[in-house]
Every structure is written in structure tokens, then in C-alpha cells.
């Protein structure tokens, strides 16, 4: 016998519905059920943090956390960092600094880095390295990814 | 990887062949086995279950006796899946007999195993470990029957096992 | 597959009593991957998350502090409750993966799933923490020490919960400090050490080692220690406790490191710990 649990998010602002099984993930219920794929998978297994997304204001990773426990939950991916045509600071350091090459990791990325300003809102650029060690780029080798961080955090917020 | 063992029995080097050879003694002794079935004189069905923390699975292992220099040789291959295919586990063995004066012999086998599929990828090097101790645990086992068999003058638990296995196995 | 989501702990002690091969999901940071790797199925998933009373860290009169099983990574990291010989719980839920994992994962889930290279258990063992573990009938305390009993094996039976840890006050006056050697940031660990030491006029008069990584337990060695009380923790002593330690060791080979390797580091391992909480043993005293 297999519960199937109705659950309702909050993601980006705007509520959403699904109905999930109990192996489910928040990361499968995001992009195959809910179509938001700017959230990527990478390894499925916690490693990469391509599917990292923001849950009550924490960076988790989308495919560890089990979709039926995020009931009632609030969610940020990647689509609700920017307002309307406006980046957000992160993004626009990002894309100032090239920090981008394929972009595959840049979801996780954006959002993990996100998540760091807001708990650190001026990391020195050894609490930038811990704060992004959990997303892997396979291409760009961090140094512009610190960067843009650093340039963000100038900034200030959002 | 590798798995290699050497251990003494205080029982002559026939006797500890004939039970090493018999799988109603034998498999008593795998740590894990289910069951077995002898399919002919020299290839036999076992079901092992395998257990790693949370993980708990049963292979179906397939056995083949490739060469047997009675009694101080046996070269075998297993090779056995998991219910649904997940994983596939190949091993080749050599086992070894010395004689060590008249009531003693040292059994020594050497097996290269691999492992393939889920369980492949998880915790390589905690399998290793499980598998030596399973390999220990097997020694105990395998001695502390043949010896008590030894002791009681080569009477018949040998035999009272082999029934009690077959309707096991069946 | 079934998901419950009890909101009190008599509730999911009764579903996980009533439920053949339930499991607990707590951070899902080890589950769900296992789950997702095709390495495990329970028949229905018991989600801690709701349950009352699970989460928290309270520090009592008495200097002990509990935390309940729920209680995130992150939260042990950043609490102020844990000091002097405690200090190194702390510093080691700190050290645990990336941000994101220490946001999920929970002290109850790490321990209960018991991987010899992780590490809240080799901490947990060096501060001789106790754990609370109920299931329907009863409730019991157990050490850390005899909590961990194999490679991913535990003292929990089916349909036990981790409850809490508790860590003790400890000996007055003593500095702790864990220290892990990784690959990389937020790895497990190949190597680590926990100490907790307690000087007078830098003679060391009470000492606490465990080493993780190497064995698949963490491993205490009181003659190891021994060497260390009553000395000045000079570098002969400390190497003298780490030959002790190595010996009682039988790390794995894997991609962390071989188990020469292991054994080779870990002197210098113990060495580092050693010379972090005796600084910080000094300070307090
Ligand atoms: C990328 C990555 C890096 C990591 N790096 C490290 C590291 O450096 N160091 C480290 O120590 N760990 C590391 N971890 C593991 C991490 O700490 C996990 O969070 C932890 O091992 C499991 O905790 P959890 O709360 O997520 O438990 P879950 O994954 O939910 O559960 C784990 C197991 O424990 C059982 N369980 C959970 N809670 C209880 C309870 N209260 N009572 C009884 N049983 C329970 C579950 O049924 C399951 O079998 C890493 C994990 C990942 C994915
Ligand atoms: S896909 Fe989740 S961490 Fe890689
Ligand atoms: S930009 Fe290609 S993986 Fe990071």
C-alpha cells in the first residue's frame, strides 16, 4: 500500500499543489511535476548542490529533502530571485563577473550564495569558499564564482 | 577485491576434505546462507543473505567446482544476483589444504571477489571489512564443526546435519 | 510505501512498532540519498519533523547540556551552550559536509546511521555522552561508547528512537577540541580526533581521546590516555598515546585514504587536537 500525500507550497510566492508519493522528492516535485527547472539535478545524492533551493530561509538540497515533508512550506528557486527584469545582486554580480561558464551549476550556486549573504552579509573570502563548498562547478574553478560574491556583498542585500 | 584466510582444525586432512567438500556440512558454516540445492556433483544453489547497516539483501549464488585435487586442492567460481538484477556478485576461489602431522591441517583459501551494481557503489571499503569478518566467522564455524565431529570419533553429525540441511534447502 | 507524520513521540513510536522495516526520516540527508541509490526501501517513512519535543538544546543546572535528536547540525554549531570540555561537539557539527547539509541533517539522524567516518560519534564518544532511546514499552540511557557497534551498527533495536544526547559537564576546568582531516571542505573524514584535557600547572591531570575513521567504531584507548595524565603533553607523550591509539585501529581502504595512510596520519591528527584543547584547557584554568 502506498500513501499518496496532497501537499501545498508556497514557492516564489505564489501557492502550488501536488499530489506526492512518500519516496518523492522536493527536487522531482520542482522540475517534473511543477515545471520550475531552473532547479537542476546533478548527482541525486546531496553532493554537487545543483538542486539546492531555499526552504524557511535555509539552503538545503532539493533532492534529500522528501517532498511530503515540505508541507506548508515556503520555497525560493532560482525563477523568484530576480524581480520582474531586474536580477537580483547576486545574479547581477554573477553575470558582471562572467562568474557563469556552462551554467549548469549556477542554480545551486546563485542560491547558495544567496543564502550565505543573508546569514554573513560580509564574508571575508575564506567564509565565501565555506559557504559555497557544497556546490561543485565543473568548469569555471571559483575564482570569478568568490568574486562575485564579494562584489554582491559590496553591494549589499537582495 | 581480495579476501584471503588461513586457519588450523585439529582433524585430519581427509576428514577436514570431506567436509569442505560436502556442502550439507559446509554451508552451515557461510555465514548468511538461507538455503542451498545441489544442482549436480559439482555445482550447487545457495541463497546468502548479506547485511550491511540498513542494507539487508538475499543473492542467489551460483557455485562451480572447476578443479578438485583431492585432498589438497579445490578451485571454484560463484557467481550470484540479487532479486531484480540490482547488483551481481562474481567471486573466484582457491582453497588449500596441508597436512600438519596426522590430526592437524591448515586450510587456507584466497578469493577474488567483485561486486557490481548498487551495492558496487556503496561502501567499498566497509564491504571489504564485512566480507573479512565474514570469512572469520566462517573459520569458527568450519572448525568448531569439524572438530567436534573429530572428538566424538568421527561419528555421525556430519550425516544428522546433511538431513536437517537438505529439507532446509528444499 | 507508506509516510506518516505523527506530531507527538508516543505517536511514532506506535507506527514504528505496528510497521514492518519503517524507517525514521529525520534531516533525509543519509536516507533520501540511500533511498535514491536504489540502497533502501522501507515499507513507510515515520517523519520526525512535527514531533513535539524533539528539537532543542538545554543547557541544566548541573552543567549538562541535551539535545534532542531533531536538533539540526547547524543549531549545535552555533550554540553558546557548549563549552570547555564540551566545547568539541560543537566544534565538530561545525566541520560536519556544506552549509546545506548542516541545515538538514540532524544529530539523532548521524548517530543512528553510524558511519564510522563521520563525525558526531567520535565527538560524542570523546565528551562520554549518553544517549536516550525510547521505543513503545521503554525508555533507556546508554553511553556513547557502547551506542556504536559495527560499521553502520548501533545498539538500536527495531522500533527504538533516538531521543536525545546528553553530554555531561565533565571535569572542571578542561579545554576540548575536535579535529578532522578531509579531501576537501565538507567531506567525511579520513582521519579524526577528539580530546578533552584537563592541566594543573601544565600537568596534565585528566585526559579523554577518541579517534573516528580508523576502525569501524570510534576507538578509546585508556593506556593511551594514560600516557598523556600526568605528563606536560609534551610531544613524546602525545606520540607515545597516538602509537597506542594506532595499534587499537583497523581503518578501511577506500577512496579516503588506504589504511596505511589512515594509520600514518593519525599521530599528527591527535597531535593537532591535542595541542588545541591544552590551549584552550589553559585558558580556563
Ligand atoms: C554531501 C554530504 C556530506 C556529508 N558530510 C558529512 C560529514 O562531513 N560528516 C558527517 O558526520 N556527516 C556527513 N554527512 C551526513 C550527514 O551528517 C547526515 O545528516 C547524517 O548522517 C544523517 O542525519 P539525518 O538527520 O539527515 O538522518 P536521516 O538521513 O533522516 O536518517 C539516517 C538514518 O537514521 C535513522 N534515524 C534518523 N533519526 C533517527 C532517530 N531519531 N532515531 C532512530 N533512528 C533515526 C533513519 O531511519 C536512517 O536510517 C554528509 C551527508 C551528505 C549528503
Ligand atoms: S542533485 Fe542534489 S546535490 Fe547533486
Ligand atoms: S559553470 Fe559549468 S558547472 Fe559550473
Not at chain 3, 168 to 191: C, L, N, W
Request: aromatic share 4%.
Amino acid at each position: 500500500m502506498t500513501t499518496t500525500v496532497p501537499i501545498t507550497l508556497t514557492i516564489n510566492g505564489a501557492l502550488h499543489q501536488a499530489f506526492v508519493q512518500p519516496w518523492h522528492t522536493l527536487l522531482h516535485v520542482l522540475r517534473d511535476v511543477l515545471h520550475f527547472t531552473g532547479t537542476k539535478r546533478g548527482c541525486n545524492q546531496g553532493i554537487c548542490g545543483a538542486c539546492s533551493v531555499i526552504v524557511d530561509g535555509e539552503v538545503v538540497r532539493g533532492c534529500l529533502s522528501i517532498a511530503a515533508n515540505c508541507q506548508g512550506r515556503t520555497i525560493t528557486t532560482i525563477e523568484g530571485l530576480a524581480n520582474g527584469n531586474t536580477l537580483s545582486n547576486v545574479q547581477q554580480a554573477f553575470l558582471e563577473l562572467g562568474a557563469v561558464q556552462c551554467g549548469y551549476c549556477m542554480p545551486g550556486m546563485i542560491i547558495a550564495a544567496t543564502a550565505l549573504l543573508k546569514r554573513t552579509p560580509k564574508p571575508t573570502e575564506e567564509e565565501i569558499r565555506e559557504g559555497l563548498s557544497g556546490n561543485l562547478c565543473r568548469c569555471s574553478g571559483y575564482v570569478k564564482v568568490v568574486r562575485a560574491v564579494q562584489v554582491a556583498s559590496e553591494r549589499g542585500t537582495s | 577485491m581480495q579476501i584471503a584466510e588461513t586457519f588450523a582444525v585439529a582433524a585430519p586432512i581427509e576428514r577436514v576434505w570431506r567436509f569442505i567438500t560436502d556442502p550439507a556440512t559446509v554451508a552451515p558454516c557461510v555465514p548468511g546462507c538461507q538455503s542451498y540445492e545441489v544442482l549436480t556433483a559439482t555445482s550447487y544453489k545457495a541463497t546468502i543473505q548479506i547485511a550491511l547497516g540498513p542494507i539487508k539483501t538475499n543473492f542467489n549464488v551460483i557455485v562451480d567446482l572447476t578443479k578438485a585435487e583431492p585432498p589438497t586442492y579445490l578451485a571454484s567460481t560463484a557467481r550470484g544476483e540479487e532479486g531484480g538484477k540490482a547488483s551481481t556478485l562474481t567471486a573466484k576461489s582457491e582453497l588449500r589444504l596441508l597436512a600438519n602431522g596426522p590430526g592437524a591441517t591448515t586450510v587456507s583459501y584466497a578469493s577474488e571477489v567483485a561486486l557490481v551494481g548498487r551495492l558496487g557503489k556503496f561502501g567499498l571499503g566497509m564491504m571489504k571489512k564485512k566480507a573479512k569478518s565474514i570469512g572469520e566467522e566462517f573459520a569458527v564455524a568450519f572448525r568448531t564443526r569439524v572438530e567436534a565431529e573429530t572428538a566424538s570419533q568421527g561419528g555421525t553429525a556430519g550425516e544428522v546435519l546433511s538431513a536437517d540441511n537438505a529439507q532446509a534447502g528444499a | 510505501m507508506k509516510f506518516y507524520q505523527p506530531t507527538t513521540l508516543k505517536q511514532a513510536l506506535k507506527v514504528l512498532a505496528n510497521e514492518d522495516d519503517a524507517r525514521c526520516l529525520a534531516g533525509g540527508a543519509t536516507l533520501v540519498a540511500m533511498m535514491n541509490a536504489n540502497l533502501l526501501a522501507p515499507s513507510a517513512l515515520v517523519s520526525l519533523s512535527a514531533v513535539k519535543g524533539l528539537a532543542g538544546i538545554t543547557r541544566r543546572k548541573n552543567g549538562s547540556v541535551t539535545i534532542g535528536a531533531m536538533t539540526r547540525h547547524q543549531a549545535v554549531a552555533d550554540t553558546a551552550a557548549l563549552d570547555g570540555g564540551q566545547r568539541l561537539v560543537r566544534e565538530a557539527a561545525a566541520l560536519i559536509g556544506h552549509p546545506a547539509i548542516r541545515n538538514m541533517g540532524t544529530i539523532g539522524g548521524s548517530i543512528s546511521h553510524a558511519d564510522p567516518a563521520a563525525d558526531y560519534p567520535t565527538a560524542l564518544v570523546t565528551a562520554n555522552a549518553t544517549v536516550t532511546i525510547e521505543n513503545s514499552r521503554a525508555k533507556r540511557e546508554i553511553d556513547a561508547q557502547n551506542f556504536f557497534t559495527g560499521y553502520l551498527e548501533t545498539a538500536l533495536e527495531p522500533g527504538d528512537i533516538v531521543v536525545a544526547v546528553s553530554i555531561p559537564a565533565g571535569v572542571a576546568g578542561a579545554g576540548s577540541a575536535y579535529e578532522k582531516f578531509a579531501r576537501v571542505q565538507g567531506d567525511f573524514a579520513t582521519v579524526s580526533a577528539g580530546v578533552v584535557l584537563a592541566l594543573e600547572k601544565g600537568v596534565c591531570r585528566h585526559a579523554r581521546i577518541a579517534v573516528g575513521g580508523c576502525a569501524a567504531t570510534p576507538i578509546r584507548v585508556a593506556a593511551a590516555e594514560a600516557k598523556l595524565v600526568g605528563s606536560r603533553l609534551q610531544d613524546s607523550a602525545v606520540a607515545a598515546a597516538g602509537v597506542l591509539l594506532a595499534a587499537a585501529c583497523d581503518p578501511i581502504d577506500d577512496f579516503r585514504g588506504s589504511s596505511e595512510y589512515r594509520l600514518m596520519i593519525l599521530p599528527t591528527i591527535l597531535a593537532r587536537a591535542v595541542s588545541k584543547a591544552r590551549v584552550r584547557a589553559e585558558t580556563v584554568s
